[in-house]
């Protein structure tokens, strides 16, 4: 399943499984260590599979219909093939060099105004984690992952209209700041 589908909540049960695992495990890790926090999820994800094949077996042995809920994993290719790897990594990389040359720029000030907006975004991120640590951002994060495709789409024509007329604004913004620094 795409994530696409997974962050518009089109198979409900799923987009819930993925969003409270994924949100109970950044809360755990808010009050336990990592290693305690995989090693729980691990168990759990193991007394989970034991209880269905116990509950499989139970069934047959009952003579009742009953599907096997593991059958989807079973049959699942988990194999990892050096073409899938290439293939997520090359954007990565791309992402990172392009990265890399724009820190470029504005550190060596190529641009005044586009190193002053730098200059702002990272003041700005000083308040940011002096209130927040990274685990919540992260948690917050992962909320609004998974909240704001689905708000957007129930919204989307004023969301279109409203981010227009933003866009406007910081354009008409950026031009007037712009011509008043040299070139």
Known sequence: MALRNILNWSDPSLSGLIFGSGFV?????????????IAYFSLTLLFFCM???VYVHLMGTLKK???DPLAKVEVM??????ENIEA?????VE?????????????LVHNYFDSAKFAAVLYVATFIGSILNT???????????FVLPTVYEQNQ???????????TQYEAINKKVAAMLPA
């Open 25 to 37: 495990f950044l809360l755990s890790l808010s009050h336990f260590s990592l290693l305690s926090v």
């Open 51 to 53: 209880g269905c094949k």
């Open 65 to 67: 219909p009953c599907k």
């Open 77 to 82: 290719d988990l194999a990892i093939s050096a």
């Open 88 to 92: 997520c990594l090359a954007p990565v």
């Open 95 to 107: 992402g990172l060099n392009t990265a890399t040359s724009q820190l470029r720029g504005l550190c």
């Open 135 to 145: 685990l919540t951002l992260l948690t917050i994060t992962w909320v609004i992952l």
């Open 157 to 167: 024509a004023k969301a279109d209209e409203v981010l227009g007329q933003v866009k």
